[in-house]
């Protein structure tokens, strides 16, 4: 830390602020505090980090699943904090306010992704950790005191949402309502499966409920089943792994969100869609899935991906969460647990989200 600390230090520029984390350095993912820098610039938004999610992508990165790893890695995309200042020109955003960040911090604002909406797929997007910024340094995420952001990418939190529950809405939330919108998985009546029972995984639930779906869990883990059903309002449970019920469910979804983060066959999930049904894969794991021709041409079906959400439907989410009370499952836990928190999260032992108390851990009053 000290050495990092007085490097920072020592290259301060006006606006700088001193900023702490925790980062990996190395493939082992091992996450440790790290002391650095950040700028606020004209139209930027200080922000004091509440609470920061820790999402499967954090896990991939740090331990350079994706061979994309730019060490030192300050994780965490999943941010909800308050405005501590603001720089020249922000108007949407004022000191106290309680607002969002997710999983990218700026993009280029000309390209025909940007300019439609569609600024989450900019080829030149600033992811909110591991990423480059405009001024070419590398970006540093949640996992830390404080965060700096142009005001056209942060968010307003309603302030029905409890802070901590709220956080994973920021990645896990708009990943799944975004697509659900965008293909209609959102109608009364239509029936939704959801593939993977995590982060990702039971937010779609919840959403899919929400919006009056009939969904059903497909799942690994049979112990998931009474959580899915009870708590979560899941209709049905699926164990992809039991053939019967598989083959019972065959052709009766509309359309089915897969989160699952490891290799996994499709053939057996595109079977569960109705003819011309939409299959959204958002979970991204390294290696490649098997897309099996006859499983999808003969039945027309489709299959699509999706990468988080814009910023306006990131708001929509929002707002629509605060509307139906809609939070993820969380256990909070000090900065200092997140090494096994990523163990665990590794071997599948959370429900359904950690959320790092980053103000209780790295604060002045911690
Ligand atoms: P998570 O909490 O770990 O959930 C993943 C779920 O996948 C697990 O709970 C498990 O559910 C299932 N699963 C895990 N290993 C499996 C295996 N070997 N076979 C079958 N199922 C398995 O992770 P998450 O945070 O929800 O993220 C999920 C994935 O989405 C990650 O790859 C992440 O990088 C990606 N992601 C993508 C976007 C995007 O914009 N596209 C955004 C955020 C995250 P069951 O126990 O129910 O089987
Ligand atoms: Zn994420
Ligand atoms: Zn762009």
Redesign the pocket.
């Known amino acids: 830390v000290g050495e990092a600390a007085g490097q920072g230090a020592s290259v301060m520029e006006q606006g700088s602020k001193a900023a702490l984390g925790w980062a990996a350095r190395d493939a082992s993912g091992h996450l440790s505090p790290y002391s650095f820098s950040r700028v606020q610039r004209d139209g930027d938004v200080t922000i004091k980090v509440l609470f920061c999610g820790i999402?499967?992508?954090d896990l991939?990165i740090i331990k350079n699943e994706w061979g994309n790893a730019m060490y030192p890695v300050v994780p965490g995309h999943e941010v909800v904090g308050v405005v501590a200042d603001v720089g020249a020109g922000v108007t949407k955003f004022k000191a106290g306010d309680t607002v969002g960040v997710g999983?990218f911090i700026d993009s280029c604002r000309a390209c025909e992704s940007c300019r439609t909406g569609h600024e989450n797929y900019c080829p030149d997007v600033v992811l909110a950790s591991n990423g480059v910024a405009r001024d070419g340094a590398a970006t540093q995420g949640g996992f830390s005191d404080v965060v700096v952001v142009d005001q056209d990418y942060v968010v307003t939190v309603p302030a029905a949402l409890p802070p901590d529950g709220a956080a994973p809405l920021l990645?896990?939330g708009v990943?799944v309502y975004s697509p659900m919108v965008q293909y209609g998985l959102n109608a009364p009546g239509k029936r939704l499966g959801v593939v993977?029972?995590?982060?990702?995984?039971h937010m779609a639930v919840k959403f899919g409920k929400a919006f009056g779906m009939t969904v059903t869990?497909i799942?690994?883990?049979p112990g998931?089943r009474d959580e899915a059903v009870r708590r979560l309002g899941a209709d049905e449970f699926l164990v992809?792994s039991d053939p019967e019920q598989m083959k019972a469910a065959a052709g009766t979804m509309d359309g089915i969100i897969d989160?699952?983060?490891?290799?996994?066959p499709l053939g057996a999930l595109l079977e569960l869609l109705k003819p011309m049904g939409q299959m959204v894969l958002?979970?991204?794991?390294s290696k490649p899935l098997e897309l099996p021709a006859f499983a999808i041409c003969p039945s027309g079906k489709r299959v699509a991906?999706?990468?988080?959400g814009c910023v306006a439907d990131c708001q929509a989410m929002l707002d629509f969460a605060g509307e139906h009370g809609i939070t993820a499952d969380v256990e909070v836990v000090k900065m200092d647990y997140v090494n096994t928190a990523m163990e665990r999260?590794e071997r599948?032992d959370?429900r359904?989200?950690f959320v790092v108390d980053v103000a209780g851990s790295l604060g002045a009053a911690a």
């Open positions: 999402c499967h992508t991939h999983y990645c896990a990943t993977g029972l995590g982060g990702l995984g869990v799942s690994s883990s998931k992809s989160t699952v983060s490891a290799w996994h958002v979970g991204v794991p991906g999706n990468g988080v999260l599948n959370v359904y989200r």
